[in-house]
């Protein structure tokens, strides 16, 4: 099982990035999967999630408004869109796979800073 993050790196302030996630080695269109991020001295939080039935969608309500989590089946790919992103939301972002197995990506860090 893997799943692989990218799409991190130094944006300004209401800047946007494009986090992607690409799994192998399970059924991706029958899992729950999900966004996680750790900011420096903070808990792992939850930032956003999808279910595969309807893909409907839950966030933070730090987020709400300016993420968006998408998915490609086809792709095997989560996406999180993130727009008018702020210093706070400076993390190392985490893609999850949910259910009777969890899995973890390696994480990807996203600095917001001018």
């Known amino acids: 099982v893997q799943l692989v993050e990218s799409g991190g790196g130094l944006v300004q302030p209401g800047g946007s990035l494009r986090l992607s996630c690409t799994a192998s080695?399970?059924?991706?269109?029958?899992?729950?999967m999900s966004w996680y991020r750790q900011a420096p001295g903070k808990e792992r939080e939850l930032v956003a999630g999808i279910i595969t039935s309807n893909g409907r969608t839950n966030y933070a309500d730090s987020v709400k408004d300016r993420f968006a989590i998408s998915r490609d089946n086809a792709k095997n790919t989560v996406y999180l869109h993130m727009n008018s992103l702020k210093p706070e939301d400076t993390a190392v972002y985490y893609c999850?796979?949910?259910?009777?197995?969890?899995?973890w990506g390696q994480g990807t860090l996203v600095t917001v800073s001018s």
């Open positions: 080695g399970f059924t991706f269109s029958n899992s729950y």
């Open positions: 999850r796979r949910g259910g009777a197995a969890v899995y």
